[in-house]
């Protein structure tokens, strides 16, 4: 491994940063991963015999420096990030942060609509074609799409969701004519790159903030027309570690239909808070059998925790379903039950 950090591909500084951040930080990267990413990662990581501590502390400077531009960015854009980070940083390494991000932290299209209160935007845009809402929504936040996609009329909240699922890429023309006609003098602003949007995960994070009414018609409708989508979505909707959303009552009621040797399993590679809060809820005597339990049980496919920890997350979705058990969800006093 070369010891100038310039020198290292930007494959090389992702193996050495999950190197430095430990086998449990890494494993939550890779959950966020494609397959071939996580491929070609654990093939460097694998290849890189020793990193010297100059050389990590480099790569770590730079990533915080990375993320430390991002955040500016996002609460007020490049003149600001710059501002800021010169400050911080000084100018030449100010422009050297920013001009290493490239296309994907450049000012995103609508800039001005996320500064928009949401009850304002939607009397905006609600008379907007569905592919133009979906187009809008998929560049908010959670909260403000999510806001605005419970306030559409019930026909419109199933299609406007499907198009924001289905989107994938948006050609610059679109967008620039779409934000062109909500705000002309921002449009020299659009990044000229195609622009990744929307997809599976974006609507999921939008609709893991609406109300649960509108969650179940949006999904009621699209089971109906896209039963597959449908399907990838939900699987989305609510994952193990989301545990730590149900309060005690309820992961009692839900541990009550768990297999123990499934909890061990699904346990086995859950982090410490997830694990605390489940022992918290088992009688002492349980807690300690299933601790054991793992103890004894050595290590175990990864394949093997993940399938059991869906079975638990199936348990918790048929309860919620059946309004045995209440999930927290989004801002303020938001309930699911």
Same mark, same amino acid.
């Given at each position: 491994?070369?010891?100038?950090?310039?020198?290292?591909?930007?494959?090389?500084?992702?193996?050495?940063?999950?190197?430095?951040?430990?086998?449990?930080?890494?494993?939550?990267?890779?959950?966020?991963?494609?397959?071939?990413?996580?491929?070609?990662?654990?093939?460097?990581?694998?290849?890189? *015999?020793?990193?010297?501590?100059?050389?990590?502390?480099?790569?770590?400077?730079?990533?915080?420096?990375?993320?430390?531009?991002?955040?500016?960015?996002?609460?007020?854009?490049?003149?600001?990030?710059?501002?800021?980070?010169?400050?911080?940083?000084?100018?030449?390494?100010?422009?050297?942060?920013?001009?290493?991000?490239?296309?994907?932290?450049?000012?995103?299209?609508?800039?001005?609509? $996320?500064?928009?209160?949401?009850?304002?935007?939607?009397?905006?845009?609600?008379?907007?074609?569905?592919?133009?809402?979906?187009?809008?929504?998929?560049?908010?936040?959670?909260?403000?799409?999510?806001?605005?996609?419970?306030?559409?009329?019930?026909?419109?909240?199933?299609?406007?969701? $499907?198009?924001?699922?289905?989107?994938?890429?948006?050609?610059?023309?679109?967008?620039?004519?779409?934000?062109?006609?909500?705000?002309?003098?921002?449009?020299?602003?659009?990044?000229?790159?195609?622009?990744?949007?929307?997809?599976?995960?974006?609507?999921?994070?939008?609709?893991?903030?609406?109300?649960?009414?509108?969650?179940?018609?949006?999904?009621?409708?699209?089971?109906?027309?896209?039963?597959?989508?449908?399907?990838?979505? $939900?699987?989305?909707?609510?994952?193990?570690?989301?545990?730590?959303?149900?309060?005690?009552?309820?992961?009692?009621?839900?541990? $009550?239909?768990?297999?123990?040797?499934?909890?061990?399993?699904?346990?086995?590679?859950?982090?410490?808070?997830?694990?605390?809060?489940?022992?918290?809820?088992?009688?002492?005597?349980?807690?300690?059998?299933?601790?054991?339990?793992?103890?004894?049980?050595?290590?175990? *496919?990864?394949?093997?925790?993940?399938?059991?920890?869906?079975?638990?997350?199936?348990?918790?979705?048929?309860?919620?379903?059946?309004?045995?058990?209440?999930?927290?969800?989004?801002?303020?006093?938001?309930?699911?039950?």
């Amino acid at each position: 491994m070369a010891s100038n950090n310039d020198s290292l591909s930007g494959l090389q500084k992702a193996a050495v940063l999950l190197i430095a951040l430990g086998p449990e930080m890494s494993s939550s990267v890779f959950k966020h991963l494609k397959e071939e990413e996580i491929e070609d990662l654990t093939l460097e990581i694998a290849n890189t *015999r020793s990193v010297s501590p100059q050389v990590k502390e480099d790569v770590i400077n730079e990533f915080y420096e990375i993320c430390l531009a991002q955040q500016y960015i996002a609460e007020g854009g490049i003149g600001y990030a710059k501002e800021l980070l010169e400050k911080a940083l000084g100018a030449d390494k100010a422009l050297d942060v920013i001009g290493k991000l490239t296309a994907s932290l450049q000012v995103k299209p609508f800039e001005f609509v $996320r500064k928009t209160d949401a009850s304002q935007l939607l009397s905006f845009i609600q008379d907007e074609h569905p592919q133009t809402i979906a187009l809008i929504l998929s560049y908010l936040s959670a909260t403000q799409a999510a806001l605005i996609l419970s306030s559409l009329p019930q026909e419109s909240q199933a299609d406007v969701a $499907r198009r924001i699922a289905t989107m994938d890429r948006t050609s610059p023309d679109v967008i620039q004519e779409v934000e062109r006609v909500l705000e002309s003098k921002l449009a020299n602003l659009v990044n000229q790159d195609y622009t990744i949007i929307g997809g599976v995960d974006q609507v999921v994070e939008i609709l893991n903030s609406t109300d649960r009414g509108t969650e179940k018609h949006i999904m009621e409708i699209l089971e109906i027309e896209d039963p597959g989508l449908a399907d990838e979505i $939900r699987k989305k909707m609510f994952v193990f570690e989301d545990v730590l959303l149900l309060d005690d009552r309820s992961i009692q009621r839900v541990l $009550r239909d768990v297999d123990n040797s499934e909890l061990g399993l699904a346990l086995k590679g859950a982090n410490e808070e997830v694990q605390n809060v489940i022992f918290n809820n088992l009688s002492k005597r349980l807690a300690e059998m299933i601790k054991e339990d793992m103890e004894f049980m050595g290590p175990v *496919r990864m394949k093997d925790v993940e399938e059991a920890q869906q079975k638990i997350v199936n348990i918790i979705r048929k309860l919620e379903d059946a309004g045995e058990i209440v999930i927290s969800r989004g801002g303020g006093d938001e309930i699911i039950v």
